[in-house]
T-cell receptor
Framework: DTEVTQTPKHLVMGMTNKKSLKCEQH?????MYWYKQKAKKPPELMFV???????INESVPSRFSPECPNSSLLNLHLHALQPEDSALYLC?????????????FGPGTRLTVT | AQRVTQPEKLLSVFKGAPVELKCNYS??????LFWYVQYSRQRLQLLLR??SRESIKGFTADLNKGETSFHLKKPFAQEEDSAMYYC????????????FGKGTKLSVIP
């Protein structure tokens, strides 16, 4: 399996809802990432997990809460979001050893906050 | 601080014409550079990485350290090349920080 998968594909939520985004990879990658991508803009890094530990949090508001239950799974818990949080949320993974560190991206979850 | 600059937001070429998507970077160390492509309604995909010096879908990119550039080239554009192209920089082996340029939308006119 050489893909990063994400569920759901689309999500519409109200500002008081709690929802979660899920990401899975079975490439043995030990680094996993969450990005936010607005329309016609490049992805912006939100969080990085390395060996299931949070390595980087790019000053993301606490209404976004990441979780890495094991080396293949990455979740993003959402609570009390704002309309401006509507975007495509991308998950990515990469190796941590060896010679190639390129990141492989999932198809994204398109989130709409109403 | 590292920076990636893609000067063209939009590039339109005719089918069969040569394509060059420009990318310049700013980084003091030894970067790893990549080109990612995002076709309409598809995931962001790795197209090329400078360390492998390969040609994918007819595209090539050469790292020029003197000019701090990593331009993407293809001798004959095809309609299916129409997509958003992002140049990205990884600040050294083992780094997590992938810095993207703002992207260039390539439109190939039939």
């Amino acid at each position: 399996d050489t893909e990063v998968t994400q569920t759901p594909k689309h999500l519409v939520m109200g500002m008081t809802n709690k929802k979660s985004l899920k990401c899975e990879q079975h490439m043995g990658h030990r680094a996993m990432y969450w990005y936010k991508q607005k329309a016609k803009k490049p992805p912006e890094l939100m969080f990085v997990y390395s060996y299931e530990k949070l390595s980087i949090n790019e000053s993301v508001p606490s209404r976004f809460s990441p979780e890495c239950p094991n080396s293949s799974l990455l979740n993003l818990h959402l609570h009390a979001l704002q309309p401006e949080d509507s975007a495509l949320y991308l998950c990515a993974s990469s190796q941590k050893e060896g010679t190639s560190y390129e990141q492989y991206f999932g198809p994204g979850t398109r989130l709409t906050v109403t | 601080a590292q920076r990636v600059t893609q000067p063209e937001k939009l590039l339109s070429v005719f089918k069969g014409a040569p394509v060059e998507l420009k990318c310049n970077y700013s980084y003091s160390g030894s970067p790893e550079l990549f080109w990612y492509v995002q076709y309409s309604r598809q995931r962001l995909q790795l197209l090329l990485r400078h360390i492998s010096r390969e040609s994918i879908k007819g595209f090539t990119a050469d790292l020029n350290k003197g000019e701090t550039s990593f331009h993407l080239k293809k001798p004959f554009a095809q309609e299916e090349d129409s997509a958003m192209y992002y140049c990205a920089l990884l600040s050294g082996a083992g780094s997590y920080q992938l810095t993207f340029g703002k992207g260039t939308k390539l439109s190939v006119i039939p």
